[in-house]
């Protein structure tokens, strides 16, 4: 069984709906870089404050923050048993240098790949509410991940498995899938 898993898929796809389903039912530490970005800018932290323009623009917070603030996630107790990583790494950058970080054990096994048309994601991240989900901002980082994390995909082609999952369909229907793909 995985117990080092990605999941990828553009904004809007259901990536932190479904990580946070499959961490609990396989007991997985749930990494989402999303979540952790948002909790430190509502904080006021450093990190948040160095990221929030970024974010708000719909950009990809540079490479060498990501990497510190997932690596240091990452070397926390209950990731040691096994994580999934949730909207991270975006940029080929990012998954050479996680790979190539990755010590003790820890190693990338299967990337879970959530696929669903444009006009559903934009429906979907227009009806999350966030204050950061506009349509402009959205179909902007519908652009930046076609061009900056789609890549991500080729570059660690052969080097893991990967199953890619129908995201549309009920939030059950789709756990459904992803449990079928991690057993297979």
Same mark, same amino acid.
């Given at each position: 069984m995985a117990r080092n898993i990605l999941i990828m898929g553009p904004p809007g796809s259901g990536k932190g709906t479904q990580a946070a389903r499959i961490a609990e039912r396989r007991d997985l530490a749930h990494i989402s870089t999303g979540d952790m970005l948002r909790a430190a800018m509502a904080a006021g932290t450093e990190m948040g404050n160095r990221v929030k323009d970024i974010v708000d623009r719909g950009d990809l917070v540079p490479d060498d923050l990501m990497l510190e603030l997932v690596l240091d996630r990452l070397a926390q107790p209950d990731a040691v048993g096994g994580f999934l990583l949730d909207g991270f790494p975006r940029t080929v950058a990012q998954a050479e240098a996680l790979v190539a970080a990755l010590t003790g054990g820890q190693i990338l096994e299967r990337i879970i &790949?959530?696929?669903?048309? +444009?006009?559903? *994601?934009? !429906?979907? /991240? &227009? /009806?999350?509410? =966030? %204050? +950061?989900?506009?349509?402009?901002? #959205?179909?902007?980082? &519908? =652009?930046?991940?076609? @061009?900056?994390? =789609?890549? %991500? &995909?080729? /570059? *660690?082609?052969? !080097?893991?498995?990967?199953? +890619?999952? +129908?995201?549309?369909?009920? #939030? @059950?229907? #789709?756990?459904?899938?992803i449990e079928q793909a991690l057993d297979a």
């Amino acid at each position: 069984m995985a117990r080092n898993i990605l999941i990828m898929g553009p904004p809007g796809s259901g990536k932190g709906t479904q990580a946070a389903r499959i961490a609990e039912r396989r007991d997985l530490a749930h990494i989402s870089t999303g979540d952790m970005l948002r909790a430190a800018m509502a904080a006021g932290t450093e990190m948040g404050n160095r990221v929030k323009d970024i974010v708000d623009r719909g950009d990809l917070v540079p490479d060498d923050l990501m990497l510190e603030l997932v690596l240091d996630r990452l070397a926390q107790p209950d990731a040691v048993g096994g994580f999934l990583l949730d909207g991270f790494p975006r940029t080929v950058a990012q998954a050479e240098a996680l790979v190539a970080a990755l010590t003790g054990g820890q190693i990338l096994e299967r990337i879970i &790949l959530l696929e669903v048309p +444009d006009e559903v *994601l934009v !429906k979907r /991240a &227009l /009806a999350r509410g =966030r %204050v +950061d989900d506009t349509e402009d901002t #959205i179909r902007h980082r &519908l =652009r930046v991940y076609l @061009d900056s994390t =789609r890549p %991500v &995909l080729q /570059a *660690l082609e052969g !080097k893991l498995d990967r199953a +890619d999952i +129908d995201g549309v369909g009920t #939030i @059950d229907e #789709i756990t459904a899938r992803i449990e079928q793909a991690l057993d297979a």
